[in-house]
């Protein structure tokens, strides 16, 4: 491995050079594990499509996801809420391992689908409020190799990343209030990718709900 590609993969380094922090794991996972992960959480996770409130229209979008949770934590985003369901065996292994990882806790987990490179993500920040405001966000990365963008909303400035079969990546601090990011469309991929984003759910404002 060369010297940059030690760096990349560092994760004592803030890749931002302002307002917040990502940290990349790299690969996390020996290409075998990671084949095993993917295998099972596409046999066992509760697929739905996602859906969007678009102009007072509600949207069925081509990715599909599902939303887990120490509780039945509700989470709305995009005009919709979901209620968190139970932990598989295989998504709180994973929890574990990331929490080891990354030295957070996390309480919930929104899992995504995307079939091949014609589904992402338009850019966006992970800031609703029933999100606890600058927790960790650890993302982890199963199947197809995908761009991952970030840009900061004042200066514009954009950073890139190649979110490997079995990668972490982390964003933390104030990253979701001065930074957006999005999963560009990429028509040349043709398998599919599964995304693990484990967050901290408010629970007081969970449990008034």
Known sequence: MDLFAELLTDPSINHLTQDGTVNYYGEIFS????????????Q??????DQAL???????????????GNQSYPYTYSGTTKQALPWTETLLALKLLIEEKTGARYN?????????GNTGMAWHSDNEGLLVQDAAIASLSFGAER???????STNQTIEFT???GSLLVMKDQTQRYWLHS???????????I???????????????
């Not at 919930?108 to 091949?116: G, H, K, M, Q, R």
């Not at 761009?147 to 909303?153: D, G, N, T, V």
Request: proline share 3%; aromatic share 12%.
């Open 108 to 116: 919930s987990c929104l899992v995504n689908l995307y079939d091949d």
């Open 183 to 193: 999963l560009p469309k990429m028509a040349r991929v043709k398998e599919a990718r």
């Open 163 to 165: 979110l490997a079969h």
């Open 147 to 153: 761009r991952f963008l970030l840009r900061h909303k």
């Open 44 to 49: 066992e996770t509760a697929w739905q499509y």
């Open 54 to 68: 678009i102009r007072g229209k509600l949207i069925t979008t081509t990715r599909r996801v599902a939303w887990y």
């Open 31 to 42: 290409p075998t594990q990671a084949d095993d992960y993917f295998s099972k959480l596409l």
């Open 195 to 209: 995304n693990l984003t484990f967050r901290v759910i408010k629970t007081t404002t969970a449990r008034s709900l």
